[in-house]
C-alpha cells in the first residue's frame, strides 16, 4: 500500500513567486494535515481536512496560503506571493480516523521550500 | 499555552550505551502522548504512543517510554544504542477534545562508535 506521498521534494523560489505543494494521502484516510518545520524550530500544525472540509485552520501563518482538498483525496497548499520566512520543510500527514483516539499520523517524506 | 518539551536539541552516545531522550509536557489532565523518529530524508514515524492503558509503552526497534503523571513526563529509551538509531526524534502530545497533535522541537541523537 503506498504511503503519504507530496510532490515537489525540493522546491527553490524568488520572493514573490508562487510555489503549489501537493500532497497525496493513503487512500482511505479522510483526514489529512499540513504542518511546517521552519530550521531549528518544533514541527507546526497549519491545518486539518475531514474529506474536502477545513477541520481546523487555526495554524495557518497569513491570507499568502491557501489549502485546498478537492473531492476529498488529495490536497494543494499554494503560497502566494511567497516571503523569506516561508522556507522550511512542509510535512503532510493523513490518518484515517483523526487524532481522536490517540489515532496514528502518517507522514509524508516533507516537501522542503527554499524562498531567496 | 499547552506545550511540550524536549530536552537537549543534541544527544550524543556511545554505541552499546543507555539512550534516554527527555519529554515533559504542559497540562494537568494527561493527553495523548507519541514519540516519532525521522531518519535521514524520509519522512516522520510513528514510534510509540501512550493512549492510558499502560504507563510503560514499548515501541519499535527496541525504543521504550514511561508515562509518569506527577513528573509530566514521557522520556523515550532505549537499553543500547545502535549506530542504526542515529536520527532526530519528536516528542509530540494531543490534548483531549483537540484534533491536532503539537510537536516538540525535536533532538537529535548521535551514536558515537
Known amino acids: 500500500e503506498a504511503g503519504v506521498t507530496q510532490f515537489p521534494s525540493h522546491s527553490v523560489i524568488e520572493k514573490g513567486q508562487t510555489v503549489t505543494l501537493r500532497c497525496d494521502p493513503i487512500?482511505?484516510?479522510?483526514?489529512l494535515y499540513w504542518y511546517r518545520r521552519v530550521m531549528g524550530k518544533e514541527i507546526k500544525f497549519l491545518l486539518h481536512?475531514?474529506?474536502?472540509?477545513?477541520?481546523?485552520e487555526s495554524g495557518m501563518p497569513n491570507n499568502r496560503f491557501l489549502a485546498e482538498r478537492t473531492g476529498g483525496t488529495y490536497s494543494t497548499l499554494k503560497v502566494q506571493p511567497a516571503e523569506l520566512e516561508d522556507s522550511g520543510v512542509y510535512f503532510c500527514?493523513?490518518?484515517?480516523?483523526?487524532?481522536?483516539?490517540?489515532?496514528?499520523?502518517?507522514f509524508g517524506e516533507g516537501s522542503r521550500l527554499t524562498v531567496l | 499555552a499547552q506545550s511540550v518539551t524536549q530536552l537537549g536539541s543534541h544527544v550524543s552516545v556511545s554505541e552499546g550505551a543507555l539512550v534516554l531522550l527527555r519529554c515533559n509536557y504542559s497540562?494537568?489532565?494527561?493527553?495523548?502522548l507519541f514519540w516519532y523518529v525521522q531518519y535521514p530524508n524520509q519522512g516522520l514515524q510513528l514510534l510509540l504512543k501512550?493512549?492510558?492503558?499502560?504507563?510503560l509503552v514499548k515501541g519499535i526497534n527496541g525504543f521504550e517510554a514511561e508515562f509518569k503523571k506527577s513528573e509530566t513526563s514521557f522520556h523515550l529509551t532505549k537499553p543500547s544504542a545502535h549506530m542504526s538509531d542515529a536520527a532526530e526524534y519528536f516528542c509530540?502530545?494531543?490534548?483531549?477534545?483537540?484534533?491536532?497533535?503539537?510537536f516538540g522541537k525535536g533532538t537529535r541523537l548521535h551514536i558515537l562508535p
Open positions: 509530540a502530545v494531543r490534548y483531549y477534545r483537540d484534533d491536532k497533535i503539537i
Open positions: 487512500s482511505g484516510h479522510d483526514n
Open positions: 500527514a493523513s490518518s484515517q480516523d483523526g487524532t481522536s483516539g490517540a489515532g496514528e499520523l502518517f
Open positions: 497540562s494537568s489532565v494527561p493527553p495523548y
Open positions: 481536512f475531514v474529506k474536502e472540509s477545513k477541520q481546523d
Open positions: 501512550y493512549t492510558s492503558a499502560a504507563t
